[in-house]
């Protein structure tokens, strides 16, 4: 610590490497892109497109493979293509075996979950899946979804995407308003007679003025919102 000047440009942007080297850095950065490059193109094109689990643990692996090559001189070269050639092998196998075995494909890709059914939470399975409500709600929004009576079916799937089958609009039903300020109009004690939506699993009730404490005939909750019969916006 003597020795420290904190003007020490060659400490500040090189630390202990030598300025020559940034001449080999250039090279390998270039041949560890090459490297990449191919290995992705190798891999298909479903994975640049959309990434699973399994494909997200293939990038993060070559990637790691790949920066310390480019810029650490006590790294070489060969190790890295080692692990390419290791990973990128390992990825071709799997995805073949689980071409062949859709066991081995439900482990490797997982599955699609159902979110929704006719219009109503699949509640079971929406428990099971890492997925706010919030979050759900914001990705039908963006899909152009006012409420859940516009949905027939909504899948979760492996990749984190959520797949859309909307009811025409002559079959659409009454439903739970996913607008956060609609959404928030939540009631326990019913102000006018109408349709209302239990904001748990969008079960659909015909309900009285000032019904207080009304149980939901499908999960046995008591917060409800007024339900939705709009047609969707194209």
């Known amino acids: 610590m003597n020795d420290y000047q904190l003007t020490d440009w060659q400490r500040i942007f090189l630390g202990e490497t030598p300025w020559h080297f940034l001449v080999e850095v250039l090279g390998r950065t270039f041949v ?3 490297v990449i490059f191919t290995a992705l193109r190798a891999t298909g094109k479903r994975t640049v497109k959309q990434l699973s689990v399994f494909e997200l643990v293939l990038i993060i692996g070559l990637g790691s493979a790949a920066g310390d090559p480019m810029f650490y001189h006590d790294v070489g070269l060969l190790p890295a293509f080692l692990v ?3 990973v990128i092998s390992s990825y071709r196998l799997l995805t073949h075996w689980a071409s062949r075995s859709p066991e081995v494909e439900e482990l490797v890709e997982g599955k699609a979950v159902r979110l929704i059914n006719e219009g109503e939470f699949s509640i079971e399975d929406f428990k ?5 409500l919030d979050e759900f709600f ?4 963006l899909a152009g979804i006012e409420h859940l009576g516009q949905v027939r079916k909504a899948y979760l799937e492996s990749n984190g995407g959520i797949s859309l089958y909307c009811f025409e609009d002559e079959a659409v039903k009454p439903g739970l308003p996913i607008q956060p300020d609609v959404f928030a ?3 326990k004690r019913i102000p006018a007679r109408g349709d209302y ?3 748990f699993c969008d079960n659909v009730e015909t309900l009285d003025l000032n019904l207080s404490e009304h ?6 909750r008591t917060e409800w919102v007024g339900a939705l019969r709009t047609r969707r916006v194209r």
């Open 128 to 132: 099971k899946e890492d997925l706010g």
């Open 197 to 199: 939506a239990c904001t």
């Open 32 to 34: 560890m892109f090459v």
């Open 215 to 220: 149980f939901c005939d499908r999960c046995n």
């Open 84 to 86: 390419f050639f290791l």
């Open 185 to 187: 109009r939540k009631h």
């Open 138 to 141: 914001m990705e039908l929004r």
